[in-house]
C-alpha cells in the first residue's frame, strides 16, 4: 500500500483480556518496527523484525506481549492478559531494509485504553 | 544507553517567528538522526534525515543541523505559521543497533 496500515485505531478493552494488533506495513519493506508511546512519554522500542524474524525483541516489555510476521508482509501485536498500564498508542514502522541509512515510516498507531 | 533530550518541553510564538528546537543525545557513535513531526491522532511524519557524516539537511522554511562530536542538533523552523503546530520528536539512531531513541519532543504552538 501507500503508507504504512495500522488496525484497530482504537481499542478499548478490559484488564485481563487479550488484544490483537496488526500492521500492514508498504509493500516491499523488509524492516519492521513496533513502537509504544505512553502518555507524555516518548517512544518506547518494543520489537524488530527483519524478513520474517525477530533478532531483537528486547523491547518487549514482558512475557504478556508477542508478536509474529508472516509472509514478510503483516505483522501481529498480541498483549496477553492486558493490564492497565499497557495503555498506550502502538506504532508500527516499515522501512526498505534495516540499514541505518534506511529512512522509516510510520502507521497512525493504535490507541489501547485498558480499563 | 543511548538517551535522547529535546529542549523545550513546550513552545509557543506568534506567528512569523523564527524559531530554534534542541536535541542533545548522549552517544555520538550514531547512523544518523532524525526530526519527525506528530499531529494529535496521527502517525510521525519525517521531516529532515541527516547522516553522520552531514552536517546539517534543508527542507523548505526546514533547516536542522548535527554537531555529532558534541551530541547536538538543531531544527530551526523560518516564518512559523499556525500549521506548523505539532509535537516535534528527534530520533538517532545507534551504530551499535539498528533502533531508533527518541527524545519526549518539544509540543510547538504558533498562534495567529
Known amino acids: 500500500g501507500a503508507g504504512v496500515s495500522q488496525s484497530p485505531s482504537n481499542k478499548v478493552t478490559e484488564k485481563g483480556k487479550d488484544v490483537e494488533l496488526r500492521c500492514d506495513p508498504i509493500s516491499g519493506h523488509t524492516a519492521l518496527y513496533w513502537y509504544r508511546q505512553r502518555l507524555g512519554q516518548g517512544l518506547e522500542f518494543l520489537i524488530y523484525f527483519q524478513g520474517n524474524s525477530a533478532p531483537d525483541k528486547s523491547g518487549l516489555p514482558s512475557d504478556r506481549f508477542s508478536a509474529e510476521r508472516t509472509g514478510e508482509s503483516v505483522s501481529t501485536l498480541t498483549i496477553q492478559r492486558t493490564q492497565q498500564e499497557d495503555s498506550a498508542v502502538y506504532l508500527c514502522?516499515?522501512?526498505?531494509?534495516?540499514?541505518?541509512?534506511?529512512?522509516?515510516?510510520f502507521g497512525a498507531g493504535s490507541r489501547l485504553t485498558v480499563l | 544507553k543511548q538517551e535522547v533530550t529535546q529542549i523545550p518541553a513546550a513552545l509557543s510564538v506568534p506567528e512569523g517567528e523564527n524559531l530554534v528546537l534542541n536535541c542533545s543525545f548522549t552517544d555520538s557513535a550514531i547512523y544518523n538522526l532524525q526530526w519527525f513531526r506528530q499531529d494529535p491522532g496521527k502517525g510521525l511524519t519525517s521531516l529532515l534525515l541527516?547522516?553522520?557524516?552531514?552536517r546539517e539537511q534543508t527542507s523548505g522554511r526546514l533547516n536542522a543541523s548535527l554537531d555529532k562530536s558534541s551530541g547536538r542538533s538543531t531544527l530551526y523552523i523560518a516564518a512559523s505559521q499556525p500549521g506548523d503546530s505539532a509535537t516535534y520528536l528527534c530520533a538517532v539512531r545507534s551504530v551499535s543497533n539498528y533502533k531508533l531513541t527518541f527524545g519526549k519532543g518539544t509540543l510547538l504552538t504558533v498562534n495567529p
Open positions: 514502522a516499515s522501512s526498505v531494509g534495516g540499514s541505518g541509512a534506511n529512512v522509516l515510516t
Open positions: 541527516i547522516q553522520s557524516s552531514q
